[in-house]
């Protein structure tokens, strides 16, 4: 049995994963740019929700909405005055763009809300499921995570394959020039793209504190990396690869803390990362894309 509840743990920790890493695998698929202050936005999700609850008295659902408007509407505003500006510039600028926007947002927040940790009350509420005589307990925030984060997956893959905005999005993955000359609004789509990753951070702020109910400024700072870690995983730039990279992360991370260390789990977790990368350098799912000279 402890081990059926070590690996529904990991499988709810690595949904958790697999929600922010789908955010991530959405922004460089599609504007092949690494969004690396992606996890302060699950912080910044993770503070409005809980404004809205704790200091407003409003319904969980409503903080929850208040959360993906508010983390949707910064995605777009960091895509249009950091991002944009260096679309043509190398990615080395681009990536410490991005750091300093992450710091920025830290900071911010630590100015708002101060640096003690708020301690934040689940949205998801009800008994745990109980199963062979209360030896096996899931509870509901688990349930939640999973099921978000298989209902988004389906979603993004639905949305990606099948819309107009979804083929829109795809054409400037393959070649923004083109994507151009055939109408496609370059600089929309990618808004688009920034804020719907950016609401995915949101929602996975939300289950991640309502799991581990400690919130402060660097709260996204390890997810937010680890989600990362599992997008390269899977191959970045597919959708069910940061799917099964996050679930795998997660369960790797919960079975090592239990049966090796606590204290090493991350860097286990990094060290399989780097032993599939030499095996597969392009992730499990990642597809090889050879460069013409």
Same mark, same amino acid.
């Given at each position: 049995?402890?081990?059926?509840?070590?690996?529904?743990?990991?499988?709810?920790?690595?949904?958790?994963?697999?929600?922010?890493?789908?955010?991530?695998?959405?922004?460089?698929?599609?504007?092949?740019?690494?969004?690396? $202050?992606?996890?302060?936005?699950?912080?910044?999700?993770?503070?409005?929700?809980?404004?809205?609850?704790?200091?407003?008295?409003?319904?969980?659902?409503?903080?929850?909405?208040?959360?993906?408007?508010?983390?949707?509407?910064?995605?777009?505003?960091?895509?249009?005055?950091?991002?944009?500006?260096?679309?043509?510039?190398?990615?080395?600028?681009?990536?410490?763009?991005?750091?300093?926007?992450?710091?920025?947002?830290?900071?911010?927040?630590?100015?708002?809300?101060?640096?003690?940790?708020?301690?934040?009350?689940?949205?998801?509420?009800?008994?745990?499921?109980?199963?062979?005589?209360?030896?096996?307990?899931?509870?509901?925030?688990?349930?939640?995570?999973?099921?978000?984060?298989?209902?988004?997956?389906?979603?993004?893959?639905?949305?990606?394959?099948?819309?107009? /905005?979804?083929?829109?999005?795809?054409?400037?993955?393959?070649?923004?020039?083109?994507?151009? %000359?055939?109408?496609?609004?370059?600089?929309?789509?990618?808004?688009?793209?920034?804020?719907?990753?950016?609401? %995915?951070?949101?929602?996975?702020?939300? %289950?991640?504190?309502?799991?581990?109910?400690?919130?402060?400024?660097?709260?996204?700072?390890?997810?937010?990396?680890?989600?990362?870690?599992? $997008?390269?995983?899977?191959?970045?730039?597919?959708?069910?690869?940061?799917?099964?990279?996050?679930?795998?992360?997660?369960?790797?991370?919960?079975?090592?803390?239990?049966?090796?260390?606590?204290?090493?789990?991350?860097?286990?977790?990094?060290? /399989?990362?780097?032993?599939?990368?030499?095996?597969?350098?392009?992730?499990?799912?990642?597809?090889?894309?050879?460069?013409?000279?």
């Amino acid at each position: 049995m402890s081990f059926l509840n070590h690996l529904i743990s990991g499988i709810s920790l690595g949904s958790i994963y697999a929600i922010i890493a789908l955010g991530y695998t959405m922004v460089y698929g599609i504007a092949k740019m690494l969004n690396f $202050a992606h996890g302060d936005v699950i912080m910044v999700g993770g503070y409005m929700c809980f404004c809205a609850t704790t200091y407003l008295g409003w319904p969980a659902w409503m903080g929850v909405v208040l959360a993906v408007i508010v983390c949707t509407a910064l995605g777009v505003v960091i895509e249009r005055l950091a991002y944009k500006p260096l679309r043509m510039a190398p990615s080395l600028a681009v990536l410490i763009t991005a750091i300093g926007v992450s710091y920025f947002l830290q900071n911010a927040a630590l100015l708002i809300w101060s640096s003690n940790p708020k301690t934040f009350t689940s949205v998801v509420t009800g008994d745990a499921l109980s199963l062979f005589g209360g030896q096996l307990q899931i509870s509901k925030v688990t349930l939640v995570a999973i099921a978000a984060c298989v209902v988004i997956m389906v979603a993004l893959m639905l949305f990606t394959g099948k819309s107009k /905005v979804g083929t829109a999005m795809r054409a400037v993955s393959e070649d923004k020039g083109a994507a151009q %000359l055939m109408g496609i609004n370059v600089n929309t789509t990618i808004s688009i793209t920034f804020a719907i990753g950016s609401g %995915l951070a949101a929602i996975a702020g939300v %289950l991640l504190c309502s799991a581990y109910p400690t919130l402060m400024p660097t709260t996204g700072s390890l997810p937010g990396i680890k989600a990362f870690t599992a $997008a390269v995983f899977g191959g970045i730039g597919s959708i069910p690869g940061a799917f099964i990279g996050g679930i795998l992360l997660g369960i790797i991370e919960i079975f090592a803390k239990a049966y090796i260390s606590t204290q090493l789990s991350d860097a286990i977790v990094f060290a /399989v990362l780097i032993v599939v990368l030499l095996v597969k350098p392009d992730g499990l799912l990642g597809k090889h894309v050879s460069e013409k000279v």
